[in-house]
């Protein structure tokens, strides 16, 4: 059986409005009634939890109960973890190997999005109709809750125009989502995307060309932007900057807000619940608890009181069925907080420590500059199969070095060449020329400090 109850757009966003403003309890009653419906499902659907909770006893009264999930877990017994039978980890591994299909309907019902996420091990995550419905409304009316009428009114002025400023090597969750909508209406040129792969003076020109009246992109993309706009190689007026996937530190949000005179919106999500929380104008991020149940956790998944940084987070998104993601690790370090907001919310506020990878800094044979977003290079590493976890490290100014583990039973060899030769086309764009590329014996790891996992990384004394 297949999950095909589809929740209509106008009973979400109703459900959505309704609680705005409203009191804690009418949310913990929503997660009361959702989630027994969500384990149920996932019990007759999903072999996968079927077994896993098979001791666990028919009504489960508490969450903690529940043993958590991993990625890696879940991605190593994907076929029964699903709740489709038609979808299989072949069949849609075979559709995000294909570019042509990025912002297509997998199986004609499915959005698709991949990741490497913050752990390192490649993730393919699906969403139904429902679930797709319900983040875009959670999006459409929280997450726009900085802007005010007469930004919209700007924003229709300058021709509605909403560049997505996103990795286009694979089919990741900001490349798919504007493609999906520019697809929808190919011939009205109100969303494109920008590729970070482009040399950053291709992605000037574009911008200053298509004239984006909104703008959105990773913190690291936007603040090269912003500097390029300092220059005045950029000239864009953006009403609003859309920021998300990396952290915003506060002095970059006041580079953004200064350079382009802006409103700057960020938020904290991810491609496995793409609408986890929104921004308030306190600058604040609220958890949207009525549809994700949001638990920081220590390293043995016991809960952190309020006020306390956790190990990691465990999260239940309560919206999506095809794919159940129920008590699962999201590996960031979060602090949530009791108080209430200033605005008056009834959403729990949270602070994320964030990803925190490097922009990289090299220099062409003819000494010019070359800034590199660790999100454009990670993307093209982790688009090669076979490649299970990696690290690129600039140990040198012209040296990059890769720590690579690669999928079980897949050729090292061959593989480690296929990235370095993605990497040195890459960089060849770039106009970086001059860069050798080396590989490390030592597999992927964590800082050995802070625990953090970091892609990209720069790591020599300047
Ligand atoms: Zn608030």
């Not at 003819?366 to 977003?373: G, M, V, Y």
């Not at 990059?400 to 039973?409: A, C, K, N, Q, S």
Request: proline fraction near 6%; glycine fraction near 6%.
């Amino acid at each position: 059986m297949t999950y095909m109850e589809n929740i209509s757009p106008l009973k979400a966003v109703m459900d959505i409005w309704k609680v705005k403003r409203g009191k804690p309890e009418d949310i913990l009653s929503r997660q009361q009634s959702r989630l027994p419906d969500l384990i149920s499902f996932a019990r007759s659907n999903s072999q996968y939890y079927a077994q896993k909770y098979s001791l666990l006893p028919e009504r489960i009264s508490s969450l903690q109960q529940i043993p958590p999930v991993t990625k890696s877990e879940l991605m190593a017994n994907f076929n029964d973890w699903v709740t489709d039978p038609e979808v299989s980890i072949e069949s849609v591994k075979e559709f995000v190997s294909d570019m042509s299909l990025v912002g297509q309907l997998y199986l004609e019902r499915y959005m698709v999005s991949t990741t490497s996420g913050s752990t390192g091990v490649p993730g393919i995550f699906i969403q139904d109709k429902s679930s797709d419905t319900i983040m875009k409304t959670l999006m459409a009316i929280r997450g726009t809750t900085k802007l005010i009428w007469s930004d919209i009114l700007k924003v229709a002025a300058k021709g509605g125009r909403n560049a997505a400023v996103c990795s286009t090597a694979g089919h990741f969750t900001a490349f798919s989502t504007a493609e999906r909508l520019r697809l929808k209406n190919p011939s009205n040129g109100k969303i494109r995307a920008f590729s970070i792969q482009s040399p950053l003076s291709t992605l000037v020109k574009e911008l200053n060309e298509y004239q984006p009246a909104l703008i959105g992109g990773y913190a690291t993309a936007m603040e090269i932007l912003a500097e390029e706009q300092k220059a005045g190689r950029l000239n864009i007026q953006p009403v609003a900057i859309l920021l998300g996937g990396e952290k915003l530190y506060p002095n970059v949000r006041a580079k953004l807000e200064s350079f382009f005179q802006a409103r700057v919106l960020d938020l904290y999500g991810g491609t496995e619940a793409t609408a986890m929380t929104f921004e308030c104008e306190e600058g604040q991020f609220h958890v949207n608890t009525d549809w994700i149940i949001f638990e920081p956790v220590d390293e043995f998944y016991q809960p952190v009181p309020p006020g306390k940084q956790s190990h990691s987070v465990l999260i239940t998104n309560l919206a999506n069925r095809i794919q159940p993601l129920i008590r699962y690790e999201l590996t960031d370090r979060v602090t949530m907080f009791s108080e209430p907001c200033k605005c008056g919310r009834p959403f729990p506020v949270v602070q994320v420590e964030g990803r925190t990878d490097d922009i990289l800094k090299f220099s062409t044979p003819n000494c010019q500059i070359i800034h590199i977003l660790p999100m454009a290079l990670k993307t093209i590493v982790e688009e090669i199969p076979g490649v299970r976890r990696f690290q690129l490290i600039q140990t040198a100014p012209d040296k990059l070095t890769v720590r690579l583990e690669v999928d079980e039973g897949n050729p090292r060899d061959q593989i480690w060449e296929n990235v370095r030769e993605a990497l040195l086309d890459y960089f060849a764009t770039q106009g970086l020329t001059n860069l050798s590329i080396e590989k490390s014996e030592e597999l992927p790891q964590r800082h050995l400090k802070s625990g953090k996992y970091q892609h990209v990384l720069i790591d020599y004394l300047k």
